[in-house]
C-alpha cells in the first residue's frame, strides 16, 4: 500500500506529456517534411496517413476543415511539407501530428514541365485517337517492360496466368526511376519491336511520388511508345495518377494488375461464351428445320404434290388446243389476204394498158412521151407506134 499513494494512472501521465509538448512553442507549429504512406480518406472528410524518411515514422492526423483547403490529392509514396502541431492522443498514448497545411515537396517545377510537355505532344498529334492500335484479343505472348523486382511482375503474372495457363510472359527488366530510366525504357520498347517479341506490351510500375513516376513523362519514353508497331498497354502509378505514357499509349489501365486482365482474355470466359454461342446455334438450328418440316407437310398434303405430273399434263393440252385456235386464226387471215389479193391483180389487169393494147389499140410514142393529142404532132416528127404484139417506127407527112 505504501506505492498507492504515490502512483498516478496512465491517464494523469498521458494528460502530463501532452501538456508538456502543449507548453512547447517549437512543436505547436513545426515544419516537416517526409513521405506520405497508410494514407486513408475517411467518409468523415478527415485525412488519416503516416508520415516517413528512411528511419522514422510519426502518424498525421489532418482534419476536413483544413483537407478541404488542399489543392492536389495526398496518396502513398507522396513526398509533402507539413506545417501542424505535435500532440498527444490521450486515450492511446501516442502522440502525432495535427496538420494545417500540406503542400507537395518539388512539384512546382516537376508539374510545371509536366503540363508543358503534355501540351506540346497534344498539339503534335501523339495523343491522337486515330494513332491507336487495337489490342490482339487473344495474344500468345505479353511483354512486360518494368522492374525485375517488386509486386508489379509478380501480379502481372499470377493475374495472366490464371486468366489463360497458355499466356507467355517475356519480361525485359528496366529501371522504373532515377536518372538514366527514361532511355532504358525507350530502348527496351525499341527492342521488343525491332525483334519483334510480344504481341502486346504492358509497360508497369507500381506507386509513387511525381519525382518517382518522372522517367514516364520523359519526351523519349512519349516517342518510343508512339512509334512502337506492337500495341502499348501503360499502367503506371496507382488509379490517380496520369503519366505522359497513359496518353501515348493505346490503352491506359488503372493498375498492373489491371493491365493483364485487359491484356490477356480469360480463357474460361471465352469457352463459356464459346458454348453458349454453340447452344444458340443448335437452337437455331432445331427451330430452322421445325419450320421447314412443317413448310414440307404443308407442300405434301396439297394436291400439287400429290399428282406432280397431272398439273403439267393439263397444262399440255391448255397449250396444245391454245396452238390449234392460233393456227386456224392465222389460216383464216392467210386465207382472206389470198382472196384479197386475186381480186387487186384482176383489177390492176383490167386497167393496164396492155390489156387495152389486145384489143385493136395502140400507143403512140414521141420522144419518149405520150401523145395524147394531134396538137403535139408536126410533119416530119418521128414517132413510135406500139402495138400488142411489137412496136414499129413511123414519120408524120
Not at 501532452?18 to 517534411?33: M, R, S, T
Request: charged share 30%; with cysteine; hydrophobic share 35%.
Amino acid at each position: 500500500m505504501k506505492y498507492a499513494e504515490m502512483a498516478i494512472s496512465v491517464t494523469d501521465l498521458n494528460k502530463y506529456i501532452k501538456n508538456k509538448i502543449a507548453d512547447d512553442e517549437y512543436l505547436n507549429n513545426i515544419l516537416i517534411k517526409g513521405e506520405i504512406s497508410n494514407f486513408k480518406h475517411h467518409y468523415t472528410g478527415h485525412l488519416y496517413f503516416t508520415l516517413k524518411d528512411e528511419n522514422s515514422l510519426i502518424k498525421c492526423i489532418m482534419f476536413k476543415s483544413y483537407a478541404q483547403k488542399l489543392n492536389f490529392e495526398p496518396k502513398d509514396g507522396m513526398k509533402v511539407y507539413i506545417l501542424g502541431s505535435v500532440s498527444v492522443f490521450e486515450r492511446d498514448g501516442i502522440y502525432q501530428i495535427y496538420a494545417k497545411v500540406m503542400e507537395e515537396d518539388g512539384v512546382g517545377d516537376l508539374y510545371t514541365k509536366y503540363q508543358k510537355l503534355k501540351e506540346e505532344l497534344e498539339k503534335k498529334g501523339l495523343f491522337d485517337q486515330r494513332h491507336k492500335q487495337k489490342i490482339p484479343m487473344m495474344p500468345k505472348v505479353i511483354g512486360v517492360l518494368t522492374s525485375q523486382t517488386g509486386s508489379v511482375i509478380r501480379d502481372i503474372i499470377n493475374v495472366s496466368t490464371r486468366r489463360n495457363p497458355n499466356v507467355y510472359i517475356r519480361l525485359l527488366p528496366v529501371p522504373v526511376q532515377g536518372e538514366g530510366a527514361a532511355e532504358k525504357i525507350a530502348e527496351g520498347i525499341a527492342y521488343m519491336n525491332q525483334n519483334q517479341l510480344a504481341d502486346v506490351i504492358i509497360l508497369a510500375r507500381g506507386g509513387g511520388s511525381l519525382e518517382d513516376l518522372w522517367p514516364f513523362n520523359e519526351e523519349v519514353v512519349a516517342y518510343s511508345i508512339y512509334e512502337s508497331k506492337i500495341p502499348i498497354i501503360s499502367a503506371v502509378g496507382h488509379e490517380t495518377d496520369f503519366s505522359i505514357s497513359d496518353f501515348v499509349a493505346d490503352l491506359r489501365a488503372p493498375t498492373p494488375s489491371a493491365a493483364a486482365e485487359l491484356a490477356v482474355p480469360d480463357i474460361y470466359e471465352v469457352k463459356q461464351k464459346i458454348n453458349t454461342y454453340q447452344n444458340r446455334l443448335k437452337m437455331a438450328l432445331t427451330k430452322k428445320l421445325e419450320i421447314m418440316k412443317l413448310r414440307y407437310d404443308k407442300c405434301m398434303s396439297s394436291s400439287v404434290f400429290k399428282e406432280p405430273t397431272r398439273r403439267i399434263q393439263e397444262n399440255y393440252i391448255k397449250i396444245d388446243s391454245y396452238i390449234k385456235q392460233l393456227e386456224n386464226v392465222m389460216n383464216k387471215i392467210k386465207e382472206k389476204n389470198k382472196n384479197k389479193y386475186i381480186e387487186l391483180v384482176s383489177k390492176l389487169d383490167t386497167l393496164s394498158p396492155l390489156k387495152t393494147l389486145t384489143r385493136g389499140y395502140s400507143i403512140i410514142e414521141k420522144d419518149g412521151m405520150i401523145v395524147k393529142s394531134i396538137t403535139d404532132l408536126r410533119t416530119e416528127d418521128e414517132i413510135s407506134i406500139r402495138l400488142k404484139d411489137g412496136e414499129k417506127q413511123a414519120k408524120i407527112i
